[in-house]
């Protein structure tokens, strides 16, 4: 079982260029999340999924847009990049539809923009 | 929104030796977790606790809900090499996402 898989591992983009990192689940679940972990900050929750076509905000939604395109895939597209926008970012996913306390995650996305 | 302050934000402690860190919040939570996060791969969930005052070990971890359900505390007994890592709290209140603390790093000296 790969669990939760993302890609890429590393980026860099230059500002104003735009990306969209992918994820997929292999466990059924039904919620997922994108999360960015900023050094002293912990994990902030950008945008969450409970099922297929629907998302909400989280904390930290603003510059991204996000799409579940079905149950196993959801991902994070960031149009006009910036370098706030430099960070670790996390995909996760949980058994439940709604925000559930039992996350697994992927192994992270290491992204710098310059 | 709700706030977790996690402490220490960094220790380096010698192999063998005991740790214990831990979360409090301005608000209570009616679940506590804590996961942990290896070198370059995403947290792993460690403990769940989900009653004020319950006391939950998982091999050389101990972790508690403290009766206020404003904090948590995590222990770590006989440290060992793969300790090293951010050991992060998180709190959850109804159905609700979860609030995360800004992690504790370990490491652990030979």
């Known amino acids: 079982n790969a669990g939760v898989t993302q890609t890429p591992k590393f980026q860099v983009l230059k500002t104003g260029q735009s990306m969209t990192l992918q994820c997929a689940q292999d466990m059924n679940h039904n919620s997922m999340y994108w999360y960015r972990q900023d050094p002293g900050m912990g994990l902030r929750l950008i945008y969450y999924?409970?099922?297929?076509?629907?998302?909400d905000k989280g904390e930290v939604p603003n510059g991204y847009n996000v799409s579940r395109l079905n149950k196993r895939e959801f991902s994070l597209r960031l149009e006009s990049a910036a370098p706030s926008q430099t960070s670790v970012y996390f995909c996760?996913?949980?058994?439940?539809?709604?925000?559930?306390?039992?996350?697994?995650f992927g192994s992270g996305t290491q992204l710098s923009v310059l | 929104g709700q706030q977790l302050n996690q402490s220490p934000q960094s220790m380096f402690i010698q192999e063998g030796e005991d740790v214990s860190m831990n979360c409090t919040s301005s608000?209570?939570?009616?679940?506590w977790l804590w996961y942990k996060q290896d070198p370059g791969e995403g947290p792993v969930l460690l403990i769940a606790l989900y009653k004020a005052g319950e006391l939950t070990s998982n091999g050389r971890l101990t972790a508690q809900f403290g009766i206020t359900r404003k904090d948590s505390f995590l222990n770590i007994s006989a440290s060992i090499p793969s300790d090293v890592g951010i050991y992060f709290c998180?709190?959850?209140?109804?159905?609700?996402?979860?609030?995360f603390g800004s992690g504790t790093q370990l490491t652990v000296l030979p």
């Open positions: 608000s209570i939570f009616n679940t």
């Open positions: 998180a709190g959850q209140l109804a159905a609700r996402q979860l609030t």
């Open positions: 999924s409970a099922s297929e076509g629907t998302t």
């Open positions: 996760a996913s949980s058994e439940g539809r709604g925000p559930g306390e039992k996350l697994f």
